[in-house]
């Protein structure tokens, strides 16, 4: 893309500068995209993309107030055209931003909830061990009175049989 009044040094940063800014947001919504959470590590990444808008809003003002110092009609006009350009990217960027953070805050949710699933199936689980334990113990028990009644049944055939000798 041509740039207007390309020998003026202050523009020519403004513009890299709108680059960088633009750059840094899209990676720093790419990173919130990524974001496995907590909901702490999503509240930072937000706070750094918020940084950048407010730093990209601003070199965006400062090349629509140099378009306006312009003298030459054409200059100005490709300047504000390009200040209107850099406006709908961010506004593009601005969607992105907040489509990531819902698609992250989903995520971060979704586990959350598969966490807490699986500590109620832990539960669960100890809830069920300690039924299977209380009914072996009943087992148990029913197998020693059963062999408590035949060694008592025993001692008493053997009785008998003391008895008949």
Same mark, same amino acid.
């Given at each position: ?5 390309? $020998?003026?040094? /202050? ?24 974001? /496995? $959470? /907590?909901? $702490? ?16 809003? $601003? ?5 629509? !107030? ?27 960027? !601005? ?32 809830? *069920? *061990? ?10 148990? *028990? ?21 008895? *008949?000798?």
């Amino acid at each position: 893309r041509k740039m207007a009044a390309a $020998g003026s040094v /202050p523009l020519r940063v403004c513009h890299q500068e709108i680059v960088r800014f633009d750059l840094e947001i899209k990676a720093a919504v790419q990173d919130i995209r990524d974001c /496995p $959470g /907590p909901l $702490g590590a999503l509240t930072e990444l937000n706070a750094v993309v918020k940084e950048k808008f407010r730093h990209l809003r $601003g070199r965006i003002q400062e090349l629509e !107030q140099m378009a306006k110092e312009q003298d030459k009609e054409s200059e100005k006009q490709a300047l504000l055209r390009e200040v209107e350009n850099h406006q709908k990217q961010m506004l593009s960027n !601005q969607a992105a931003w907040r489509k990531a953070n819902l698609a992250c805050k989903i995520a971060i949710d979704n586990s959350e909830k598969d966490q807490l699933l699986q500590g109620r199936d832990s539960l669960r689980q100890r809830k *069920t *061990t300690k039924e299977s334990l209380a009914e072996s113990a009943s087992n148990i *028990t029913e197998s020693l009175m059963g062999i408590s009644r035949m060694m008592s049944q025993q001692v008493q055939q053997s009785e008998e049989t003391v008895q *008949t000798l």
